[in-house]
T-cell receptor, first 113, second 111 residues
Framework: NAGVTQTPKFQVLKTGQSMTLQCAQD?????MYWYRQDPGMGLRLIYY???????DKGEVPNGYNVSRLNKREFSLRLESAAPSQTSVYFC????????????FGSGTRLTVV | KNEVEQSPQNLTAQEGEFITINCSYS?????LHWLQQHPGGGIVSLFM???GKKKHGRLIATINIQEKHSSLHITASHPRDSAVYIC?????????????FGKGTHLIIQP
């Protein structure tokens, strides 16, 4: 089915370890986003990519890096994981204009111990 | 103060009841989104509004741009409607792309 695919679905890391969350969409969308969801808070934007070859910081970028590998793929990297990065991470994509809908991935539940 | 406020935070109702979830925002927007998140976590887009009203099945979404307020209504509610409903806005003008989210309304429909 067309949509946004995130991997992995679950991950446990030790403090200081690194990992990359993968996201791919097959809808030919220009814009892609990474959000985190924490209990009692709304989703917050980490990084986004308005088009292939560009990335920009969102509301909570510290501790993360991203790569827009091509139009389909947008990865999120934690270089040195911290317990504060325990969260559920969602990738999303949109066509890109200001009034287009969003498609979300199924989420990655990350625990840092 | 959060830029997107939802009410109520939690709502429990009986099957068949008419449900209203409210969303108020304090920034200029180009569009407002209503999303649904089921237990298990997946997020599904229900509506995108920039004016007026939209209907899909038993779901109705309205927006009043002047009052900076939107409502999501569910008619003839059913236990399968139990989920978290999230309001999100896309800001107008410049600045970071992406959505600004409310904290969500946790809805439980009892049989």
């Amino acid at each position: 089915n067309a949509g946004v695919t995130q991997t992995p679905k679950f991950q446990v890391l030790k403090t200081g370890q690194s990992m990359t969350l993968q996201c791919a969409q097959d809808m030919n969308h220009n814009s892609m986003y990474w959000y985190r969801q924490d209990p009692g808070m709304g989703l917050r934007l980490i990084y986004y990519s308005a088009s292939e070859g560009t990335t920009d910081k969102g509301e909570v970028p510290n501790g993360y890096n991203v790569s827009r590998l091509n139009k389909r793929e947008f990865s999120l990297r934690l270089e040195s994981a911290a317990p504060s990065q325990t969260s559920v991470y969602f990738c999303a994509s949109s066509v890109s204009n200001r009034e287009s809908g969003y498609t979300f991935g199924s989420g990655t539940r990350l625990t840092v111990v | 103060k959060n830029e997107v406020e939802q009410s109520p935070q939690n709502l429990t109702a009986q099957e068949g009841e008419f449900i209203t979830i409210n969303c108020s925002y304090s920034v200029g927007i180009s569009a407002l989104h209503w999303l649904q998140q089921h237990p298990g976590g997946g997020i599904v887009s229900l509506f995108m509004l920039s004016s007026g009203k939209k209907k899909h099945g038993r779901l109705i979404a309205t927006i009043n741009i002047q009052e900076k307020h939107s409502s999501l209504h569910i008619t003839a509610s059913h236990p399968r409607d139990s989920a978290v409903y999230i309001c999100a806005v896309r800001r107008s003008g410049g600045g970071a792309d992406g959505l600004t989210f409310g904290k969500g309304t946790h809805l439980i429909i009892q049989p």
